[in-house]
């Protein structure tokens, strides 16, 4: 594949994972700009050349990283004698994403028990259908806590 091959399919993947966090309910501009962090090979980006590869107004760009560094999705940094910012994805904590995930499946359980227990019907094919849910729910959690665990007990093991 030549360069300018894999540069197009970053790009295209750059779009394609900006839907993607669109869809999980980010802004499209953040979506895109955690998408070209995570994406392109250059891993570190100043405020105008995320304006510039994404095509998209300061004013949108500035309020989104703004944003993005709220959440802890990414940070900046500045190198020694430059006056300018360089925004990366935050990488400090590898269980970051996963931690927001399981805080999704928690919300849901909640949610859900919550459902339940203004259901009349406790038979019903949606309660049933809930319960079934909420035990799949605490199993993924449960798995997910299990994998962390070993993840971490692996790490201090190679360490």
């Given amino acids: 594949m030549t360069s300018e091959e894999r540069l197009k399919k970053q ?16 802004q499209p501009i953040a979506g895109r700009i955690l998408a070209l962090l995570m994406v392109m090979d ?35 940094i500045t190198l020694p004698g430059e006056r ?24 849901t359980k909640k949610f859900l028990n919550y459902v339940l227990e203004l259901k009349e019907n406790k038979t019903s094919a949606n309660a049933v259908f ?14 997910v806590e299990k ?3 070993e993840y971490k007990s692996n790490e201090k093991n190679n360490s």
């Fill in 11 to 26: 790009k295209d993947l750059i779009e394609e994972i900006g839907i993607y966090f669109d869809k999980e309910g980010f």
């Fill in 42 to 76: 250059k891993e570190r980006f100043t405020f105008d050349e995320i304006v510039e590869e994404l095509q998209i107004s300061k004013s949108a760009a500035s309020i989104t990283l703004r944003n993005l560094e709220i959440r802890g999705d990414i940070e900046y």
């Fill in 84 to 107: 300018k910012r360089y925004f990366q994805l935050n990488r400090k904590n590898i269980f970051t994403i996963i931690d927001k995930f399981e805080k999704k499946l928690l919300k």
């Fill in 130 to 143: 809930f319960n079934e849910l909420l035990d799949l729910i605490q199993l993924i959690y449960n798995s």
């Fill in 147 to 149: 994998c962390k665990e």
